[in-house]
């Protein structure tokens, strides 16, 4: 199974959230839960990712490259 990193930025009074690794994968929601399960509904529908960029996604998780986002409360 390949681990993707998901990242929720709040604007305003709702929220974004975007997998860096998988272009085009992004979703919005009025909470938190809710921008992170429109999220994971669109990475479902997406094609399978190539093996090539699910390696780079998970050496990118490995390295660090990625920080999560928590909203400011």
Same mark, same amino acid.
């Given at each position: 199974? %390949? !681990?993707?990193?998901?990242?929720?930025?709040?604007?305003?009074?709702?929220?974004?959230?975007?997998?860096?690794?998988?272009?085009?994968? %992004?979703? %919005?929601?009025?909470?938190?839960?809710?921008?992170? !399960? /429109?999220?994971?509904?669109?990475?479902?529908?997406?094609?399978?990712?190539?093996?090539?960029?699910? /390696?780079?996604?998970?050496?990118?998780?490995?390295?660090?490259?990625? /920080?999560?986002?928590?909203?400011?409360?």
């Amino acid at each position: 199974m %390949t !681990t993707y990193a998901i990242v929720i930025e709040q604007r305003g009074s709702c929220f974004r959230a975007y997998v860096p690794d998988l272009p085009g994968c %992004t979703a %919005t929601g009025n909470s938190l839960a809710e921008a992170e !399960t /429109a999220v994971r509904e669109v990475m479902r529908s997406l094609p399978p990712a190539g093996a090539a960029l699910a /390696a780079q996604a998970n050496q990118n998780l490995r390295s660090g490259g990625y /920080a999560w986002v928590s909203p400011a409360r």
